[in-house]
């Protein structure tokens, strides 16, 4: 059975889903709180506040797959396009172009009327040629703005005319390299391939022991109804929550360590890495936690304190 949540696996390192309801499925419905990694489509320029697509790490992607969440697909390269494809794409970026021509016109109007006295004052020994024989696009913008037709009851003729000069400079200078382009959500071409990978595959890209490890540690702290999310940006593996992240702080970092590494090589884990675990841990009020495995094949946590003077 197919699950309802489609993942897709990138370079073979970690999964993005790019649907709104799965992440909140993901989220509402089974705890899983991922890495939004994208921009707000109308705050793009900060970083702040994320959007999709959600990020999720390999391990989660294989806890996941094999509990039938999601379902794991990976494009398959290389991809060729369509002639259909390609005049369908063109046309689309053609019509977006045109419609953030009559909104940057709109904008850009609305700039030169707000700043009509200096640019006035600016050109007021200029003289321009005719402007009666405007293009189309202009002549509509100018008939379907507010702010020219209202100004341009008390213009003069040389006010007129160095205005319409900087208005048709200024829309000269938009062209289709400049325009804003929204990535999609989903893919229009009518040719791409997607392999469905299943856990048993997605686990050959855990190579690693410690991976493994990581692997196993997150579905032990899933088993205890913790939310999990990244502790990348706090040094550890996960960060840990007791209740919704949207209701509380996370309150463990939690670093994976393979136990054998630590029978056969003391500095495996140095003093002062644990010294700096513990320091970053309390300055940002939260418990730093060692997960290893026990011979058993049972997860075993170790937490330490920071008692510093």
């Excluded at 850009?108 to 005719?130: A, M, V």
């Excluded at 991976?211 to 940006?233: E, H, P, R």
Aim: one cysteine or more; hydrophobic letters at 35%; proline letters at 4%.
């Amino acid at each position: 059975m197919t699950a309802p949540i489609h993942c897709f696996l990138i370079d073979n390192q970690y999964g993005l889903i790019f649907n709104p309801e799965s992440v909140r499925l993901l989220r509402q419905q089974h705890r899983i709180i991922g890495l939004l990694t994208g921009n707000l489509p109308q705050y793009p320029r900060q970083n702040q506040q994320l959007g999709i697509p959600l990020q999720l790490s390999l391990q989660q992607c294989h806890f996941l797959s094999t509990r039938n969440i999601i379902s794991m697909y990976q494009i398959v390269f290389p991809i060729t396009d369509k002639q259909e494809d390609h005049l369908a794409y063109l046309t689309e970026l053609d019509n977006k172009f045109q419609d953030q021509k009559i909104t940057n016109g709109h904008e850009r109007i609305t700039e030169i009327l707000l700043n009509r006295d200096y640019i006035l004052q600016s050109n007021r020994h200029s003289s321009f040629g005719d402007n009666s024989e405007l293009d189309p696009v202009i002549s509509s913008l100018l008939a379907t703005n507010n702010a020219w037709q209202n100004s341009s009851r008390s213009m003069d003729d040389h006010e007129r005319h160095v205005l319409l000069h900087i208005i048709k400079q200024r829309l000269q200078q938009f062209t289709i390299d400049q325009m804003l382009i929204t990535q999609p959500l989903e893919s229009i071409r009518s040719d791409h391939f997607l392999q469905s990978i299943t856990a048993d595959q997605l686990k050959q890209y855990l190579t690693s022991p410690l991976q493994q490890l990581q692997c196993d540690v997150f579905a032990d702290l899933y088993s205890k109804n913790y939310w999990i999310s990244d502790g990348m940006k706090f040094g550890g593996d996960y960060l840990v929550y007791l209740d919704n992240p949207s209701k509380c702080h996370s309150s463990f970092i939690v670093t994976c360590f393979l136990r054998n590494e630590v029978h056969t090589n003391s500095t495996a884990i140095p003093l002062t890495h644990l010294i700096a675990r513990c320091r970053v841990a309390v300055n940002v009020k939260k418990i730093s936690v060692l997960a290893t495995r026990k011979s058993t094949n049972e997860i075993e946590y170790l937490t330490i304190n920071w008692n510093g003077f």
